[in-house]
Antibody
Framework: QVQLQESGPGLVKPSETLSLTCSVS?????????WGWIRQSPGKGLEWIGS???????NYGPSLKSRVTISLDTSKNQFSLELTSVTAADTAVFYC????????????WGRGTLVTVSS | EIVLTQSPATLSLSPGERATLSCRAS??????LAWYQQKPGQAPRLLIF???NRATGIPARFSGSGSGTNFTLTISSLEPEDFAVYYC?????????FGLGTMLEIK
């Protein structure tokens, strides 16, 4: 069974960089699929942030594209999210997900991690 | 960007009743629509993909229908564990987008 687990700081200061890692078990991320991030906030609902293909190519959502980087670490079977210049509006629960295509459905999700942006 | 509008925002029903949830797209998404269930403190779970196909392990009481701009999720006979928030999501156009959800609560 595929399992995803997010990790990272729960509190980030405004203007700093939010960094999260997703550890995947039960499947090798270098084999296939897209691996991505979704966030959920009370004000904006569920928002797709971006995805990375097992080959390393990336695809980012339009609203965060200028501030987002997603990367793979196949040796650790992990992928990561970096979101720069955060503000309070970036406070959300962040989920790592698996999907079959660059614009796809999300069949496996991590449990989610709350990141609060505050000084 | 395609906007998905879900209705009603809240639906109050009793166990054993039939639930009908709606999702309307701002432009055609063909059949590229999914439904997710989210319970408090949990991640969303994929229920239905491509408008009418149940995901692995999803009970037969969940069914989806529709195409183009109008879609429906039907739960034929509500079980206590079905009370949750339901989201629709389209993958027809980049970027994929979600609706704001329908909360299904116990009456």
């Amino acid at each position: 069974q595929v399992q995803l687990q997010e990790s990272g700081p729960g509190l980030v200061k405004p203007s700093e960089t939010l960094s999260l890692t997703c550890s995947v078990s039960g499947y090798s991320i270098s084999n296939d699929y897209y691996w991505g991030w979704i966030r959920q906030s009370p004000g904006k609902g569920l928002e797709w942030i971006g995805s990375i293909y097992h080959s390393g190519s990336t695809n980012y959502g339009p609203s965060l594209k200028s501030r987002v980087t997603i990367s793979l670490d196949t040796s650790k079977n992990q992928f990561s999210l970096e979101l720069t210049s955060v503000t309070a509006a970036d406070t959300a629960v962040f989920y790592c997900v698996r999907t079959r295509s660059s614009v796809g459905y999300f069949d496996f999700w991590g449990r989610g991690t709350l990141v609060t942006v505050s000084s | 960007e395609i906007v998905l509008t879900q209705s009603p925002a809240t639906l109050s029903l009793s166990p054993g009743e039939r639930a009908t949830l709606s999702c309307r797209a701002s432009q055609s998404v063909s059949s590229y629509l999914a439904w997710y269930q989210q319970k408090p403190g949990q991640a969303p779970r994929l229920l239905i993909f491509d408008a009418s196909n149940r995901a692995t392990g999803i009970p037969a009481r969940f069914s989806g229908s529709g195409s183009g701009t109008n879609f429906t999720l039907t739960i034929s006979s509500l079980e206590p564990e079905d009370f949750a928030v339901y989201y629709c999501q389209q993958r027809s156009n980049w970027p994929g987008t979600f609706g704001l959800g329908t909360m299904l609560e116990i009456k």
